[in-house]
């Protein structure tokens, strides 16, 4: 969004303000004053002209000006209506310096999950991968997937969603007192960087949000299906604002994934290249990995793919 549009739409936040008085805060003409106004219109945002002046009287489209305005968190967002993949798209970015920027779309045509699964994307649905250049070390590198998974369990939860965390990286309802689970979200991270620093991570987001839950794979659900439908450009804000406080604060990550976990406490089986690791998954350590007490004693696994399992 242009500064010259933001400064009107922080105008127009506190009432009614007349052309000429916009024109000269701004020091532009009327007529510029107009076009930015039918702009800013055309981007979402319900404007109209009264006796008073211009007033801003909702904002309900799902744009990238529209989830930039009232974003208490330093990110551009670069919007598309279809898009084959968020995270290719910033990649591209990121390849480009760019930083602090989030690929948001309303539908995805070439999405991918972890080990290259496919990720239904239609429209409806929370898709989102976020830019960022930290000052961290590789190791690091993994509590930014935690930090997006807990942002977006806090989120849905804003929204009513009972959303808890799956290790590594799933964010799921859980359906009775065993385990099970419904997903409702998940993350594929990215990086680029050297063997002392991180050169980029993106953090690649889909949320189904609202969308019909016959529409997903079997196993899945939505908030739709969980809450009712939600103000997706509310729901994004707020997802990227905790992403960007837990980010900048890293130490907090680990202590908040607790808090949200369903794998804690659960009999577990961890599919890895080295052999699968079956027992209770007890806790995870400071870089994410997962502690698991099993017949011969605890094993920490850093990667995997978890299941749960019913308990013996």
């Not at 967002?77 to 990649?91: L, Q």
């Not at 976020?130 to 935690?146: D, E």
């Amino acid at each position: 969004m242009n500064e010259t549009r933001r400064a009107i739409l922080e105008a127009l936040s506190d009432g009614p303000v007349s052309g000429p008085e916009l024109a000269e805060s701004l020091d532009v003409s009327r007529a510029a004053v107009w076009k930015q106004i039918d702009g800013l219109r055309d981007a979402g945002f319900e404007i109209e002209s009264g006796p008073t002046g211009y007033e801003l009287v909702a904002v309900e489209a799902y744009t990238g000006p529209a989830v930039e305005f009232g974003l208490e968190a330093p990110f551009s967002v670069d919007y598309h209506e279809t898009i084959g993949s968020t995270n290719n798209r910033a990649r591209e970015l990121a390849a480009n310096g760019a930083a602090d920027v989030a690929v948001l779309a309303d539908e995805q045509t070439g999405s991918r999950g972890r080990l290259d699964r496919e990720w239904s994307s239609p429209s409806g649905g929370v898709w989102v991968s976020i830019v960022s250049r930290p000052t961290i070390t590789p190791a690091q590198a993994p509590l930014y997937t935690l930090a997006a998974a807990v942002a977006i369990a806090r989120a849905a939860r804003e929204a009513g969603v009972d959303a808890r965390i799956k290790w590594p990286n799933d964010v799921v309802v859980p359906v009775g007192d065993d385990g099970d689970y419904r997903k409702l979200a998940g993350i594929l991270t990215e990086m680029e960087g050297e063997t002392d620093r991180v050169d980029w991570i993106i953090p690649g987001i889909g949320v189904n949000a609202n969308i019909d839950v016959d529409a997903l794979p079997e196993g899945a659900t939505s908030i739709r299906d969980e809450a009712g439908d939600v103000d997706r450009r509310l729901f994004v804000q707020r997802l990227l604002e905790e992403f960007d406080d837990y980010r900048n604060d890293l130490e907090t990550v680990i202590p908040a994934w607790r808090d949200l976990a369903l794998t804690l406490g659960q009999r577990v089986r961890v599919d890895r290249p080295a052999g699968e690791v079956v027992g209770e998954a007890v806790d995870i350590t400071d870089s994410g990995a997962l502690v698991i007490e099993t017949d011969d004693g605890q094993e920490t696994v850093s990667a995997g793919d978890c299941e749960h399992l019913r308990p013996v």
